[in-house]
């Protein structure tokens, strides 16, 4: 059961809907343009520095706190876990690669197959930027799945699954079949109407780090894909 009474209006943690919470985990629903942690630069507009308030309820001296276990990017909206202990934190860390990442994005273009996997070795240069390389010896394997939702002339709406996860690892993979994320402005879509990157982190599922028992936490499609995906005639993938 989730601890619901902790929730207070007060402390309630800006840019995230609280999912799930009890003594080891707290899951939540990030805003798009909120960090996960911070940075030298930008300390306290974080998803880890709000939940970190959250749990102390603004007690300096409360020993709460919670862990990073994984992140998404800053312009990526979708489900976060938190650990609330160092153990738990830890074995969501040895775990995470078992564990199931679905994601649903609207994509440039139409795909001649509906539904298929990618798979590429990813490295990244000077300026931190992720790119594919033939070369396996500096490039980490990278493997996604997808399948089309639902089509408009100019867009495709997808299901992504995670099969590893590489820092940009989305939206490297789109860029280089041609079908960019709508709003990626780093890899590759221009499109200066859309208001935001259309990525999303909809299911996650763990086991429970005390109960062992597995675990599904779920969103729906961000509103905003459905507007996108409106825009025009569509025509859905059964």
């Known amino acids: 059961m989730a601890d619901n009474h902790l929730v207070s209006k007060k402390h ?14 707290i899951v939540v629903d990030k805003i798009n343009g909120l960090l996960s942690m911070g940075t030298d630069r930008d300390k ?8 970190n308030n959250y749990v102390t309820k603004g007690n300096p001296r409360s020993k709460e ?3 990073i276990v994984h992140r998404l990017d800053r312009d990526t909206s979708g489900i976060l876990v938190f650990a609330k202990t160092e153990k738990a934190k830890m074995f ?3 775990n995470w690669s078992d564990f199931k990442k679905k994601y649903v994005a609207v994509v440039s273009g139409n795909f001649n197959d509906k539904e298929g996997i990618i798979e590429s070795y990813l490295t990244e240069n000077k300026m931190f930027k992720v790119y594919s390389t033939k070369n396996k010896a500096i490039g980490k394997f990278a493997k996604t799945g997808y399948r089309v939702i639902k089509e408009t002339e100019k867009y495709s709406l997808l299901e992504i699954e995670l099969f590893t996860g590489r820092k940009n690892q989305i939206r490297v993979h789109f860029a280089d079949m041609g079908h960019p994320v709508i ?4 890899y590759g879509n221009t499109d200066k109407s859309v208001k935001r990157l259309a990525l999303h982190s909809c299911s996650l599922t763990i086991t429970h780090p005390y109960t062992q028992k597995e675990m599904t936490f779920e969103t729906g499609i961000p509103q905003y894909f459905n507007t996108l ?6 025509k859905s993938q059964k």
């Open 12 to 25: 309630q943690p800006k840019g995230l809907e609280i999912l799930y919470e009890d003594r080891d985990i």
């Open 44 to 51: 306290h507009n974080s998803a880890h520095f709000y939940l």
């Open 65 to 67: 706190r919670v862990y």
């Open 92 to 94: 969501l860390q040895e």
């Open 183 to 186: 709003g990626d402005k780093v």
């Open 229 to 234: 995906m409106n825009l025009k005639g569509n």
